[in-house]
């Protein structure tokens, strides 16, 4: 079994939180903005990823400049907001972290002042040692600076750490801090995406915590 002092961090968004079906709403509130097309939540499942303008520039057809893209999250976050009291945890998220023996954290690309009461109001505050958001005013960007930064003020070596996340982008960052990655099916990346990256693939949270454990 991997070794106690492993330390885990869990992706929030699409992972511990099930919102996709809020994501692909917000997304297509900013889609129909600029007179964009409507997508579904597979079609955004096959083409979302980081940084998040290139898949607008993708399904809008035309470049994405940091002007445009600013506006276009503002009214994505601006709708998610809005639907946000509709979304719960995962199935299974609650038994899942339950059953990791070692420590854990959150490390979020949603702002930080609105995730960590988010994460108070599903009664998770004491089961993570940090909690990071982006301290930026715009998203859309990699995961990698932010999980640097988030292991920096654990003092947890990438070595050490494993993480849990639904998208490619996460287990690059996992790789860039010489970390391992699980990756979950039931956020908003399309499976066979996930499969094709080559890294360990769970359709389950507690088969991800499995995994984690189970890492060579």
Known sequence: MTPVRLHLVWDWNGTL?????LVVAATNAAFASVGGPTVTADEHRVKFRRPIADYYAEVLGQAVDDEQFGRLDKIFHDAYRAGLTTCQLAHDATVAMAAWPGSQSLLSMWFHDELVPAVHTYGLTGR?????????TVGGDRKAESLRRHLAELGVAGREVVLI????????????VGGRVVLYTGGFTDPDRLRSSGHPVADTLTEAVTLARTLP
Do not use: E, I, K
């Open 17 to 21: 939180l099930n919102d996709l079906s």
């Open 128 to 136: 993570f040692v940090r909690v990071d958001g982006l301290r930026a």
């Open 165 to 176: 996340g639904d998208s490619v982008d996460d287990a690059d960052a996992a790789l860039s």
